[in-house]
């Protein structure tokens, strides 16, 4: 779990060095204004806030996400998060039921393309 929890963390990072170094991130992330947050069935997880091209990240959950991705479990979605594949992680999760998805489906492609550049 405390792996999990810890790569959550780092996420927030990630993106916002990609939005800063990449200019091809920079220009995905101009005009957005979302809250997602990446969670587990017992609740473990964290909201990120992204707003003028900055990413933020909070401890617990939002009532006004836009998306949220729940694993099954922090091994799951430690997994999943931090595979090579990570789209085919993702997709393979989906199916497994091992990811559910709630919300927009829109925003969550959008995360996805964000993450490519991470």
Known sequence: MLKFK???????GLMQRAIKKNPKAAAHAQGQNLVFQIQTTSGQGRYYVV???RVRSYAGHSDKADFTLTFSSAKKG???LSAK???GAFLKAVGSQDLTISGDYAAVMWFQG???YV
Do not use: E, G, R
Not at 6 to 12: M, R, S
């Open 114 to 116: 964000l993450v490519a």
């Open 78 to 80: 430690f997994a999943v």
């Open 85 to 87: 594949d990570s789209m």
């Open 51 to 53: 707003k003028n091209q």
């Open 6 to 12: 810890i790569l959550l963390l780092i996420l927030t």
